[in-house]
């Protein structure tokens, strides 16, 4: 018994039915599409993934210098309202 209950020897009269019908060089181009294809899909996610370990790097450098771009800014809200108070 092979995949699912075909045999072996099914496969085989698939296989050399699909060759008549289409030819070696067609396949052949079908089969480095294919390829091409998955090579394709493998660098983008690669590059992906890379974009997003960047983010990841970045993000918290620009966390730490909003954080202490935001406490610069209520000290300046505090000396001013303090200023007023004192007028």
Request: aromatic share 4%; no cysteine; proline share 1%.
């Amino acid at each position: 018994m092979g995949l699912g209950g075909i045999s072996i020897w099914q496969l085989l009269i698939v296989l050399a039915i699909v060759v008549l019908l289409f030819g070696t060089k067609r396949l052949k181009g079908i089969g480095g599409d294919l390829g091409n294809a998955v090579k394709g899909f493998k660098k983008a996610m690669d590059t992906d993934e890379a974009k997003k370990e960047e983010e990841k790097e970045d993000q918290p450098q620009q966390k730490i210098a909003e954080d202490s771009s935001d406490n610069v800014t209520d000290s300046k809200a505090e000396d001013v309202s303090s200023e007023q108070k004192d007028k």
